[in-house]
């Protein structure tokens, strides 16, 4: 893959942390993306600028309203090679919804990538450029009612949250895969990985950042990745039937449609 421009969400945490310090060497321009404003991750800038010789760029949005991923897409100028929709937050403890009004979760994780694709893609078309969206394997046992956006009427819990935004994000991989002008596109589950994400949602251990971040770069840059592919942990899997049933994928296609004012 041509890496001149690489952006990537969610870097100022966790995998996507590790990751940009991964990529850093790799790029011309690397755009990194987090919540925080600038001052806040100096140090991280600094120390992707040392770690090699890419302009580093950042952009700060809190996803948690879409005008702002609107306004993250607006200030991504130029050709993009790849996108890594990485920014994900855990299922909170309690049922939230944004300030769009949409299931939080499901918004951040989801919603946010599927729009900033959107935005993006012309750039990344004429680049013969690549999405990367960071999925889970959480989404193999998912399940989501196209009719309960915001999980009013099925139980909520923090995990059925994420592992539902997750399973949107490897549907919406593989319906975009097929669509005529589209980016290559994949989606990965990184690993088990011990992060405060996992940690805040399930009680077990997991693999170092370097690991899952080791896999996020080989699904970006990897000539042996191929549109359609979901990965995990570094391999070549099956999805769930879920996500590679073509009736949930249009459905899902036309709701996300629907709920960032998009035109068919």
């Known amino acids: 893959m041509n890496r001149d421009t690489i952006v990537l969400t969610g870097a100022t945490s966790g995998i996507g942390r590790a990751a940009a310090h991964l990529l850093a060497p790799a790029a011309r321009r ?52 790849i996108l890594i929709n990485n920014a994900g937050r855990p ?27 959107e935005r993006l893609t012309p750039a990344l078309t004429a680049a013969g450029g690549r999405v990367v969206h960071v999925a889970s394997a959480t989404h193999l046992s998912a399940r989501f009612d196209l009719d309960d956006v915001n999980l009013d009427r099925h139980p909520y819990s923090p995990t059925t949250a994420y592992a539902r935004s997750k399973l949107a994000m490897v549907a919406h991989a593989l319906w975009l895969a097929g669509r005529p002008g589209s980016p290559e596109i994949v989606s990965i589950s990184p690993g088990v990985i011990s992060t405060d994400l996992l940690h805040a949602m399930y009680g077990i251990g997991g693999a170092p950042v370097g690991h899952g971040a080791r896999n996020v770069v080989h699904a970006a840059l990897s000539p042996d990745v191929h549109t359609g592919q979901y990965l995990d942990d570094g391999a070549v899997a099956q999805p769930s039937a879920v996500a590679r049933d073509p009736e949930f994928q249009a459905g899902l296609a036309a709701l996300t449609r629907d709920l960032l004012g998009l035109r068919s």
Do not use: W
């Open 30 to 81: 690397l755009i990194v993306h987090g919540p925080e404003p600038a001052g806040e991750v100096q140090s991280l800038l600094d120390g992707l600028r040392a770690a090699g010789a890419a302009e580093v760029h950042y952009l700060s949005a809190d996803f948690d309203e879409l005008a702002a991923v609107e306004r993250l897409a607006a200030g991504i100028t130029g050709r993009v090679d």
């Open 91 to 117: 299922g909170p403890a309690r049922r939230r919804l944004s300030a769009d009004g949409i299931e939080v979760t499901l918004q951040t994780n989801y919603l946010a990538a599927a729009l900033l694709t």
